[in-house]
Structure formats: C-alpha cells, structure tokens
Nanobody, 119 residues
C-alpha cells in the first residue's frame, strides 16, 4: 500500500487549497478513504471520509468549507479546502480505511502534507 499526498502549502485566511493523494497497491475503489489532520501535541482528527459508493462525512469544523472527492479511475483522493482559517493549519494525512461495514478501521497512512494558513 502506498499513499502519497501533495498540494499542501501556505494559504491566506479565506483562501483555498486542494490536496491530492495518489494511492497504489490495493483496490482503491473498494475501500473507504479519508483525510485526517494533526497539529503538534494534539491527537490526529478526522477531517473527511468518503465511502466506496461516494457518500461523505465531515468534521463539524470543516462542514460546508471542505469537500472530499475520489476518482476511482485514477486511484486518487482529493480534498478541496475553501474559506481557510488559521485553525486549519496542520499536517494533513491521507488514510486508507476499511471496506463496507469496516469503514471505521484505519489501515494505512500517507506521510502527510503541511497546510499553513496565515496572512
């Protein structure tokens, strides 16, 4: 399994960034996928999850601002982040989750991409 994130960087408050995760080594279309984030000294938190059929779930803190997408033809997971806030600054991780009823499981992580929101 390999998960490779890209697209992080510096953005201004109110701005946008799009993260991507290139996945390989497993049947991407069959699995739930997610984005998590972590700041030093805090636990990693779920940002967004997408199931194989395409339904999504979001943390309350990003609902209405972030959108998770999957492209099963390209084995790619994306996170569109809009109306960014300083508190969105964190290391963002792509996550391989379980299948079907085991979607809650966490199987593998990428190495992360840093997002910094600052003026």
């Amino acid at each position: 399994v390999r998960l490779l994130e890209s697209g992080g960087g510096l953005a201004q408050p109110g701005g946008s960034l799009r993260l991507s995760c290139a996945a390989s080594g497993f049947t991407f279309s069959a699995y739930c996928m997610g984005w998590f984030r972590q700041i030093p000294g805090k636990e990693r938190e779920m940002v967004a999850t997408i199931i194989a059929a395409g339904s999504t779930a979001y943390a309350d803190s990003v609902q209405g601002r972030f959108a998770i997408f999957r492209d099963d033809a390209e084995n790619t997971l994306s996170l569109q982040m809009n109306i960014l806030k300083a508190e969105d600054s964190a290391m963002y991780y792509c996550a391989l989750r379980g299948k079907g009823a085991k979607c809650h499981l966490l199987i593998e992580w990428g190495q992360g991409t840093q997002v910094t929101v600052s003026s």
